[in-house]
């Protein structure tokens, strides 16, 4: 069976075997995703193979202290705090990684950022890495470290715009 486009994750969908090796993302998945969904604190998308989950992802708005962003990002005289965008979850089933599923579903939550920014505002993506390993990930994609926690990196809007050559509304 082919695996789906990304889509939103419902009760049809099978997570009960997701597993990326990292225990915190798929407890998450399995336990929390679908009410978060329900009750509208976090956008879940999936991709699935035959209604198994193989990988997600998981959108939400947040606020970030203004001191807390690079300064290529903190430009002018932001809010405090900065409303933000942050991408809170990413993960690969661990049998189905290398096979394009977990850039595929970033670009398509990048795009979706580039909207929804358009759409509200909010200048900047925020990503929480699991480790040091998912930190090196995030930086090779264009993500810098906040000033005080490496594990938590930002892009600016304008930088995933123009890298998908999409324009802002
Ligand atoms: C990171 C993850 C989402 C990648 O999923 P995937 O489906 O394998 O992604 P892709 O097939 O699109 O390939 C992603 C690329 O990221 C790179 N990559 C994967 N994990 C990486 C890591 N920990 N550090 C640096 N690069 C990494 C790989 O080199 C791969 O490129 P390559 O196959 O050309 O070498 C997946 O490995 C995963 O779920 N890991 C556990 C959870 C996690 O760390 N989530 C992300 C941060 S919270």
């Given amino acids: ?8 994750l419902t009760a049809s969908h099978d997570t009960s075997g997701f597993s ?3 225990v915190s993302l798929d407890r998450w998945l399995q336990t929390r995703a679908l009410s978060n969904q329900q009750k509208g604190f ?3 998308m999936v991709v699935h193979d035959g209604g198994r989950v193989i990988g997600y992802y998981g959108l ?6 203004p001191l807390r962003l690079p300064r290529s990002i903190r430009t002018g005289q ?8 942050l991408l809170g979850q990413l993960a690969t089933d661990q049998r189905w ?3 394009g599923i977990g850039s595929g579903l970033l670009k398509h939550a990048l ?3 580039v909207t929804a920014s358009g759409l509200i505002g909010g200048p900047a993506l925020v990503v929480n890495a699991v480790d040091d390993g998912a930190a090196a990930f995030w930086r090779g994609w264009g993500f810098l470290p906040s000033k005080d926690d490496p594990l938590t990196l930002f892009r600016s809007i ?3 715009a123009a890298s998908l050559g999409v324009s802002q509304q």
């Fill in 1 to 8: 069976m082919a695996i789906s486009s990304p889509e939103p």
């Fill in 158 to 160: 304008s930088n995933i």
């Fill in 20 to 22: 990326c090796g990292k």
């Fill in 78 to 85: 932001p809010p405090d705090p900065v409303p933000c965008l």
């Fill in 42 to 44: 976090t956008a879940v």
């Fill in 97 to 99: 990684t290398r096979k």
């Fill in 111 to 113: 795009e979706r950022c």
């Fill in 60 to 65: 939400a708005p947040t606020s970030i202290l």
